[in-house]
């Protein structure tokens, strides 16, 4: 069992910047990742990493923006989300989950309660 522990959320006028943080806790994981989701729209991949190899993954609608790592000794991801803008706001959810081909797909084990973000224009 993984429990997943997000801070970081807020409220920021458009251009500002947030850093949220995802905190894992009890078996080992390998890939661990954000998602959002909007109200009355779909959940979407934002931004990923392998555990093992810190490679990085991003959506292009936030690469060149956010920027996430990770800190292996506290079992911690961080997303630092700059240039923030209005349609950036929603839910966000950390993920983290076993090895797996895909990282950008939901096919992740375990999931936080989610932290919001809200961007005003």
């Known amino acids: 069992q993984v429990q997943l522990v997000e801070s970081g959320g807020g409220l920021v006028q458009a251009g500002g910047s947030l850093r949220l943080s995802c905190a894992a806790s009890g078996r080992t994981i390998y890939r661990m990742a954000w998602f959002r989701q909007a109200p009355g729209k779909e959940r979407e991949f934002v931004a990923a990493?392998?555990?093992?190899?810190?490679?990085?993954y991003y959506a292009d609608s936030v690469k060149g923006r956010f920027i996430l790592s990770r800190d292996n000794a506290k079992n911690t991801i961080s997303l630092q989300m700059n240039s923030l803008k209005p349609e950036d706001t929603a839910l966000y959810y950390c993920?983290?989950?076993?090895?797996?081909?895909?990282?950008?797909?939901?096919?992740?084990?375990?999931w936080g309660r989610g932290t919001q973000v809200t961007v005003s224009s």
């Open positions: 990493i392998r555990w093992s190899t810190a490679l990085t």
């Open positions: 993920a983290a989950g076993p090895p797996a081909d895909s990282v950008v797909s939901m096919n992740y084990d375990y």
